[in-house]
């Protein structure tokens, strides 16, 4: 399938993940496609939009490998409508 679609993936969202620590620029790549910024609180925010269930997962996955504390999962609107959060609830 090629070309642009306004509609997104059933299924997918944009989604914020907030991690303990800094992540350095070189693990951007690891992170296909979403973008990686660092707070001066010592904290990561990772996101991105139109992410389905499976790459949530994969990138819970990939910080859970690196050994980065989970602070937040967040989904949020798409970025031009950003009002309303819904928190993503997740088991400790």
Do not use: K, N
Request: aromatic content about 6%; glycine content about 10%; charged content about 20%.
């Amino acid at each position: 399938m090629t070309g642009t679609t306004t509609s997104r993936r059933p299924g997918s969202g944009c989604y914020e993940i907030c991690t303990q620590g800094h992540l350095d620029e070189r693990w951007g790549t690891w992170f296909d496609g979403l973008v990686l910024t660092r707070a001066a609180d010592g904290t990561t925010v990772i996101h991105g939009r139109d992410i389905d269930q499976a790459a949530l997962y994969a990138v819970l996955l990939r910080l859970r490998d690196l050994g980065l504390p989970l602070l937040s999962v967040t989904q949020v609107a798409a970025p031009s409508h950003r009002t309303a959060r819904t928190p993503v609830t997740h088991p400790r």
